[in-house]
């Protein structure tokens, strides 16, 4: 059969672009699991499964986060909050101070956390950072 013949055929196209799509849908989903899995948990109006939730924790924390992995460890702070780890969540928030200093609200968050868990030297640390900064703007 000629190549044109069986490129203008539409039933040959409907099919390789079923295929086609299709394998670029499994890659995508074998690539972005942990991502899509976050999102999901994220998303979600009920409690997260706490054993999801901590296999994330585990796999997320092994590198250090930069900017373009900023929202996911915020997500899976938020997540961590939801399901009362704070521990956790303390080790997440201070891995997203390191990566964003300035961000204020982060740094807030963090350092209310820290006092919540008695911890008030680590907090005023923070506390005073913010405070100075308040006088500059």
Do not use: C
Not at 24 to 44: A, D, G, H, N, P
Not at 60 to 79: C, G, I, Q, V
Not at 101 to 125: C, I, M, S
Request: net charge positive; charged share 30%.
């Amino acid at each position: 059969m000629d190549v044109i013949k069986l490129i203008r055929n539409k039933w040959f196209l409907a099919a390789f672009s079923v295929f086609y799509f299709g394998i670029v849908w499994i890659f995508f989903q074998i690539f972005y699991r942990k991502e899509l899995l976050l999102q999901k948990v994220y998303k979600s109006s009920n409690t997260p499964d706490i054993s999801q939730v901590m296999t994330l924790y585990n796999k997320m924390m092994r590198p250090a986060p930069d900017r373009s992995e900023f929202d996911s460890f915020y997500r899976l702070a938020k997540t961590l909050t939801r399901i009362e780890k704070k521990k956790e969540l303390i080790k997440v928030l201070n891995k997203l101070i390191k990566t964003a200093p300035e961000d204020r609200d982060l740094r807030l968050w963090l350092a209310v956390e820290l006092h919540n868990q008695g911890r008030y030297r680590e907090a005023e640390k923070h506390f005073v950072i913010l405070l100075k900064g308040k006088g500059e703007k």
